[in-house]
């Protein structure tokens, strides 16, 4: 995957995004209930999605750097994390778009995903402050990777933990109707998923690539 | 039993230390001189186990429990009695006759007295004197001292003197110092940073 | 590379190197007495201050909830001190030059701090009683459980702000986000009428949290 190279990446990601873009507000059908405005849905679950997916990298990576000493993985490591909290931003947005479309309010809090973001953008939020607060080596690099571990193990006890915790706040008043799986809907989901991934993708190996820069500048004015 | 090649450390942006080239065998005293900010506490720790090096190889043949550091701090809880600290750092070097064996120490370095005083009442040479006792407590097999005179006083001094005579030759001695003058007699090998 | 010493008595010695660490810390708050007393009276001053916070009508269960928010935010006045010894006095080195397991250094200090939280809430709980009444068995049950996280999750993360540059401000950033899912299953403990789920998830988080904490902490006390 890494010798896919970047104009190639960022030329796939423009025509994936349109294609979805295209999908999602002309092709598909309107929503039963919702009707246009809904469509926002699609991205929601597709970043949603993507985040997941950058948190795990990172702690994949993370588990690399402490196991293997993979010299790359730290960074590597860091700039997943880093997508993975963009995206989890643009999921707090546009759900929070979507609940005022649904419920009128702009938050919600019987929406388990959504607050599930909410904990790990402050989960998240914390471990730039700590890696920043260290200066860099060894281990900034170790302290790091252990929190990205922890990351992805609040991700499942959180959730875990927000869906008890439903039953106590306030009994579900609202319910939502998942779109149904037809058609030009499947497609356009699909295609919209398949776009936040490449588009997510194409974000880290240009922001990794700039860190390396960086990192190897350094280098060299220290040498 | 040191060996080290083009040993770094980095701190930040600011390098400490810089393709350090080290080689310590069995039973050397070896000293370590350069002036403040030359890195000679860094390189120190680094061979103590207590950080990591930025680049190169350091190889240390001896484990944990076999090696003594005398550091800037002494490493010794103030809100506790030189008999508490003592009991403490013997039960996690699991010292074989503890009890003899730290009476022996505090005895030596004239702080048998003082044993139930807490170390926030010491005066600064009794501290280091006690940071002696805690590093000799376990009977390293390399002892890595940071610049051990600088905060003694006299009396501690001469003690110490003692103690590096009687040792010299059955340990290994990695010593920092920015005054050689003291310790060059004993020395077996320099290392200028 | 160091190689540590191995031996068949490495168990026994683990237990004895926890046991002389926690003796050590409990030594000195004894002969310090400033941790727990603190702890008493902020969390009756807390009590105090939740008494005018909650309005008129309402429901005794609030209360219940807001003994969680008191039982955090005094755990973070003990979890702040924790490391304040071995911080200003550099005796972290020592701990860290010693044969012991790096672990042994987070097991003890977490005991030390957990006998603390206990104390304090030995006082605490019937003080809450007295104030507010309500408190179950199951209140107990799950403040015991979530003690067991709190100072597992709270000690390590203590370490950690003891050796960046961030210091007393990372404490509560990073603690707060992983405590989140505790605070949900001890305030379900506390006021449903089921709450063997919610104890069981205390249980779970424990369980995953501390076996975290113990294999990561060697990252965190190593420059």
């Known amino acids: 995957m890494r010798r896919i190279p970047l104009p190639v990446l960022a030329t796939a990601s423009l025509v994936l995004v349109t294609l979805a873009l295209a999908l999602v507000f002309f092709v598909a059908p309107n929503d039963a209930d919702q009707g246009f405005s809904q469509r926002i849905f699609y991205f929601h679950v597709s970043i949603a999605f993507t985040a997941y997916l950058c948190f795990g990298a990172g702690a994949w990576k993370a588990l690399r750097h402490l196991w293997k000493r993979d010299p790359r993985a730290d960074l590597e490591s860091y700039v997943a994390v880093h997508q993975g909290v963009i995206f989890g931003v643009l999921v707090l947005l546009t759900g929070s778009i979507w609940a005022k479309i649904s419920w009128g309010h702009w938050w919600v809090w019987s929406e388990n995903q959504l607050v599930l973001f909410l904990v790990l953008f402050l989960f998240y939020a914390a471990y730039f402050m700590l890696r920043f607060s260290v200066d860099p080596g060894p281990q900034r690099a170790n302290l790091s990777a252990v929190y990205a571990l922890f990351g992805v193990v609040l991700v499942p006890v959180s959730f875990l933990a927000i869906r008890l915790s439903q039953s106590l706040i306030h009994p579900q008043v609202f319910t939502r109707h998942g779109p149904n799986f037809g058609g030009w809907i499947l497609a356009a989901y699909i295609v919209s998923q398949v776009a936040v991934l490449v588009l997510a993708y194409t974000l880290y190996r240009v922001e990794l690539a700039g860190k390396l820069l960086d990192v190897r500048l350094r280098e060299l004015r220290l040498a | ?193 | 590379m160091i190689r540590n010493g191995s031996g068949d008595w490495r168990r026994v010695s683990y237990l004895s190197d926890v046991g002389a660490l926690t003796r050590k810390d409990l030594l000195l708050e004894l002969r310090a007495r400033d941790t727990l007393p603190a702890m008493l009276l902020f969390v009756a001053a807390v009590f105090v201050v939740f008494h005018f916070s909650l309005p008129a009508g309402s429901s005794r269960l609030a209360a219940s909830g807001l003994l969680w928010v008191a039982i955090v935010f005094t755990a973070l006045l003990a979890l702040g001190r924790a490391f304040v010894p071995e911080r200003e006095q550099r005796t972290l080195d020592a701990l860290v030059l010693a044969p012991c397991d790096r672990s042994a250094i987070w097991l003890a200090k977490s005991l030390a701090t957990l006998t603390f939280l206990a104390a304090a809430e030995i006082v605490a709980l019937p003080l809450f009683e007295l104030f507010f009444h309500g408190l179950r068995g199951s209140t107990v049950a799950g403040v015991a459980l979530a003690d067991l996280g709190i100072c597992a999750v709270g000690t390590f993360v203590g370490a950690t702000a003891v050796v960046t540059r961030a210091r007393e401000l990372l404490l509560p950033l990073l603690f707060l986000p992983l405590a989140i899912p505790l605070v949900i299953g001890g305030v379900g403990a506390s006021v449903v009428h089921g709450p063997g789920r919610y104890l069981g998830f205390l249980g779970l988080y424990d369980l995953l949290f501390a076996l975290l904490c113990w294999a990561a902490f060697e990252y965190v006390v190593v420059e």
Request: proline fraction near 4%; hydrophobic fraction near 40%; glycine fraction near 8%.
């Open chain 2, 1 to 193: 039993m040191i060996a080290a090649r083009g040993l770094g450390r980095r701190f930040g942006d600011k390098r400490v230390l810089r393709g350090v080239d080290l080689d310590v065998a069995d039973g050397a005293f070896a000293v370590v001189t350069g002036p403040n900010g030359s890195g000679k506490t860094t390189l120190l720790r680094l061979v103590a186990g207590l950080a990591l090096p930025s680049e190169g190889e350091l190889h240390v043949d001896v484990t944990r429990e076999r090696i003594g550091l005398l550091a800037h701090d002494p490493l010794v809880y103030r809100e506790l009695t030189a008999l508490e600290n003592l009991e403490l750092y013997g039960r996690l070097y699991h010292v074989p006759e503890r009890r003899e064996r730290i009476g022996m120490l505090l005895e030596r370095f004239g702080l048998w007295e003082a044993r139930h005083e807490r170390v926030a009442a010491y005066s600064r040479g009794m501290t280091q004197r006690l940071a002696l006792c805690r590093v000799l407590l376990h009977d390293p097999q390399l002892l890595i001292l940071d610049e051990p005179y600088t905060a003694l006083d006299a009396q501690g001094a001469e003690l110490l003197d003692a103690q590096l005579a009687e040792l010299r030759g059955e340990r290994t001695f990695l010593v920092s110092t920015h005054d050689p003058q003291r310790v060059r007699r004993l020395a077996t090998s320099e290392l200028s940073l």
